[in-house]
């Protein structure tokens, strides 16, 4: 099982931010040319895509592939992803690689604190 220790970040409630990834396996950079990915943010482990406080994909645009043979890619929340949260939250995320064969790998797990500010809007 994933230890969520991979990393910990920490944003504002209603703002833009963009995430630097780098999928590696041992230290070694995984070419993910033609992969899809998906960040998954949720409240509780257990509970169910549906519930999540937000997923961003390379299907949605919240992921960009930056350099398909050095692993690396960008992934953006959008303001309006975590507008919705009404308190502070630490959410469980993850970070899945399919690749050309449809086969899924969990790449990275950690925490993200969205904290509240003061402005409400998201636009």
Known sequence: ??????????????????????????????????????????????????????????????????NGPAGLAEITVSSADTAPVTQAIKCYCDLQLVDTFNNVSTTATGTLLIKLDVTETDT
């Not at 409630?13 to 992969?35: H, L, M, N, Q, W």
């Open 1 to 66: 099982m994933a230890s969520y220790a991979d990393f910990s970040f920490e944003m504002w409630r209603g703002d833009t931010e963009v995430f630097d990834a780098a999928v590696t396996v041992s230290g070694i950079a995984i070419d993910i040319t033609g992969c899809s990915l998906r960040f998954t943010a949720k409240r509780n482990l257990n509970d169910t895509d549906a519930e999540a406080v937000f997923q961003v994909t390379t299907a949605s645009g919240g992921i960009v592939i930056t």
